[in-house]
């Protein structure tokens, strides 16, 4: 309705400053305001031509609203009949990794035991059929910083850096780094020279943005 007072406004405005007309019938007298029209006569063609457009326009927006609406319920409706008769299932199958891979939580990751920039670390990866390592929660963090703090000891890539815009850090996979990451202490901080995180042994092994150019371990992961 709200909408319908603001469009006889519009059309208000169209007739402002048009005469009264002052229309004597037989039996009837007819008045012409800028809003109403009494009997046959009209104050503005044009105006009321214009609000019929706007009117249908909005008939159209709402039949279409109306149309989203219920297919949104249909979705809603289909997911909840299937999640009440157990159709959506989860991925029991056992993980199975390939050699010099650990598995974790239904992912296996390869620590190397050679060094290389990071963006060759990163092809390395792709060649086995997976990614530099991705780090979403805080076991996995845990589990790759616990591996690394007890036998190489060393820096080591994961998959993630800045390269693309600086400032924004983006995981190998395409994801973008969501939340405040895993971070030591003042990290990242080395604006456009460093754009590629690895962990970090002096900073507790958490992580560090460095030169992308320079040769660390990595970590490669494979999805199950």
């Known amino acids: 309705m709200s909408l319908i ?37 009209t104050c503005n063609s044009d105006g009321i031509s214009r609000l019929s457009r706007l009117l249908a326009e909005q008939r159209n927006i709402t039949e279409n609203l ?38 974790f939580n239904r992912t296996c990751y390869r620590f190397s035991t050679d060094k290389k ?13 997976g990614i530099l390592a991705t780090v979403k929660d805080e076991d996995t963090h845990n589990f790759l910083a616990n591996h690394v703090s007890s036998t190489t000891h060393r820096n080591t890539w994961i998959g993630l850096s800045d390269l693309a815009t600086e400032g924004l850090w983006v995981w190998d996979d395409g994801t973008l780094l969501l939340g405040q990451g895993i971070w030591g202490t003042g990290e990242p901080n080395g604006g456009r020279g460093e754009n590629c995180a690895h962990i970090f042994p002096s ?20 999805r199950g």
């Open 117 to 129: 920039p990071y963006s060759e670390a990163r092809d390395t990866c792709h060649g086995e059929g």
């Open 203 to 222: 900073k507790n092994y958490r992580w560090n943005d460095g030169p992308c150019s320079r040769s660390y371990n990595y970590i490669c992961e494979i």
């Open 5 to 41: 007072y603001m469009l006889l406004v519009l059309f208000a405005v169209e007739c402002k400053g048009q005469p009264t007309l002052d229309y004597r019938g037989p039996d009837e007298k007819c008045v012409c305001s800028p809003v109403v029209n009494v009997g046959t006569q």
């Open 66 to 103: 109306k149309k989203r609406v219920a297919q949104l319920e249909e979705s809603i409706s289909n997911t909840s009949s299937n999640m009440s008769d157990g159709h959506i299932t989860t991925n029991t199958e056992p993980v199975s990794c390939p050699a010099d891979y650990q598995k």
